[in-house]
């Protein structure tokens, strides 16, 4: 693989009713970084055009997708218009991601010296957590929280958390683009064990860091805190788990780990998400959706 330098990045940065003040801090941190930046609106209801204008630095292309299409057709939306820019690589953001100045400049180096590179991601750290998440792997039956022993270490991991991660538009290529009909959810994890299955290898680069919010408030439980998210989120959680299971490429010990994982959660959740009843239906709904095969958006969903 050739070297990556920052003039063949396209940044891509999905928006759902951002907050205006932190989004502006993420164009203003990722700007200097790449060669441009797309944002990609899921039907917000402000006007991301106007604003976008008035900003001294704007995104060079704006789409406004009109209504809430899911994360992944947003990036793909956003993997199209940099695939016909010539970008050589994309950056993958989430709205309340803020990356560090060197961030992109890391990963480059990172993606250039590893072979055959799927993704390489940073380090995030979640202000609300007390240290920053490890990154996860599994090996045989166990799941790996592999944290950063050195400032300089690089991980192999399984998968990485879409934001932040840069990745070849040439695996992209190879490997497809991000699967729509999932909508929200286990839509990086999919990809990265995709990238997977075709030989290549994410990266998790402890020297890239990056500001990221994960969830809802979390779950304060024996002195732990567990990342939360809505109802609504946890319904495409469990059915595109189950979802992914039945993929016949997916390794049986690596369904087995995240099975059990999710079963812990059922648990978990039912018992200390509030509301509790909202949680435990839409846990079970979404399980239900996985086994019977439902994609796409939930139609109770705007």
């Known amino acids: 693989m050739k070297p990556c330098n920052s003039s063949g990045v396209v940044a891509i940065v999905v928006t759902y009713q951002p907050v205006l003040e932190i989004l502006g801090q993420l164009l203003d941190a990722v700007a200097p970084q790449v060669t441009s930046v797309v944002l990609v609106d899921n039907g917000s209801h402000i006007d991301l055009a106007a604003w976008n204008n008035e900003r001294d630095i704007p995104a060079a292309e704006l789409r406004l997708l009109g209504e809430n299409r899911g994360i992944a057709t947003a990036q793909n939306v956003g993997i199209q218009w940099a695939r016909n820019s010539g970008a050589e690589y994309v950056l993958l953001l989430d709205q309340d991601s803020i990356p560090a100045p060197d961030m992109v400049k890391k990963l480059t180096f990172t993606i250039a010296e590893q072979p055959l590179s799927a993704a390489v991601g940073p380090r995030y750290l979640d202000e609300r957590q007390e ?16 944290a950063c022993s ?36 286990y839509v990086d994890i999919e990809w990265g064990l995709r990238a997977r299955h075709h030989g290549f ?17 979390p779950i304060e439980f024996f002195g732990k805190k567990i990342p939360l998210h809505s109802p609504l989120r946890h319904y495409y959680h469990f059915r595109n788990a189950v979802l992914l299971y039945k993929e016949p490429w997916v390794s049986v010990n690596w369904k087995l780990v995240d099975g059990w994982r999710l079963c812990l959660k059922y648990v978990f ?30 139609a109770q969903h705007n």
């Open 131 to 146: 240290n920053p998440p490890p990154f996860i792997r599994v090996r045989g039956l166990r799941l790996e929280r592999c």
């Open 269 to 298: 959740y039912s018992i200390f998400a509030k509301p509790h009843m909202a949680h435990w239906r839409m846990m079970t709904l979404g399980v239900w959706h996985g086994l019977t095969g439902k994609t796409g958006k939930l």
């Open 150 to 185: 050195t400032e300089k270490s690089i991980v192999p991991v399984d998968y990485l958390i879409a934001s932040g991660c840069l990745i070849p538009m040439s695996v992209l290529d190879m490997v497809g683009d991000m699967r729509d009909d999932l909508f929200i959810d």
């Open 201 to 217: 290898q994410s990266y998790g680069v402890c020297a890239a860091p990056m500001r990221h919010s994960l969830g809802d408030d």
